[in-house]
């Protein structure tokens, strides 16, 4: 019963691993390039969904402070609070997977118009016949 | 943090990323994309972070999938897997 909470309580982390194994199956193998691709971004959201994850907690809200500004300022109890720090490592590993993304989809389009293909065993086959002559 | 729901969305999650490498389309595979990307947003602002959560719906759901359709539109639909 112990090994059952144990795993049932973790629901988080479970699904990460799931979404991140789907990402990296998507990236080994499939052979459409775009689908590579599409796998990549999967793989890079597991990993933000698990940060995320680790920042949380239960019975905690937003990490905003509520009367800030007055002179009768509460005392803060960090439990009842998030933790931001991952949250705002996250919002940089966002930015750069779009970047990523962006400069893929870039190469993609050239790859096209080299090869009027985007399917890598038939990029290797002309690959191939262009080394023969 | 809401258990249900959190588990609900992470299953529809999992189900929406299947799909999107497993359909025959690159389009549909753009738009099952962002159908993930958005549910993402979602538990990710029912766990409290509000702000990848923003920076998730814009970019991530918004962006990814404009550049997804364009690169699809002068590239081709077609995929073997």
């Known amino acids: ?133 | 943090m809401i258990w249900q729901l959190d588990i609900i969305l992470l299953i529809i999650v999992v189900i929406c990323a299947l799909a999107a490498i497993s359909v025959k389309d690159l389009l549909s595979s753009a738009i099952l994309f962002g159908a993930y990307s958005f549910l993402l947003c979602l538990v990710w602002a029912e766990m409290g972070a509000v702000d990848v959560a923003f920076t998730e719906a814009t970019v991530g759901a918004g962006i990814s999938t404009a550049f997804f359709i364009g690169a699809i539109y002068h590239t081709s639909r077609r995929t073997k897997d």
Do not use: C
């Open chain 1, 1 to 133: 019963m112990d090994v059952m909470d144990f795993i049932i309580s973790k629901y988080n982390y479970w699904m990460y691993i799931i979404i991140m194994m789907i990402g990296f199956y998507a990236m080994i193998a499939k052979t459409n390039l775009v689908k590579k691709v599409l796998g990549m971004n999967i793989f890079q959201t597991a990993i933000i969904l698990f940060f995320v994850s680790i920042a949380s907690k239960r019975g905690a809200t937003i990490p905003i402070i509520q009367h800030g500004h007055g002179e009768a300022a509460d005392i803060i109890h960090t439990a009842q609070y998030m933790n931001p720090l991952p949250h705002v490592l996250m919002l940089t590993a966002i930015v750069v997977m779009v970047s990523t993304f962006g400069v893929a989809i870039a190469l993609l389009i050239l790859i096209y118009r080299r090869y009027n293909t985007l399917e890598e065993d038939e990029i290797l086959e002309i690959l191939r016949t262009e080394d023969g002559k």
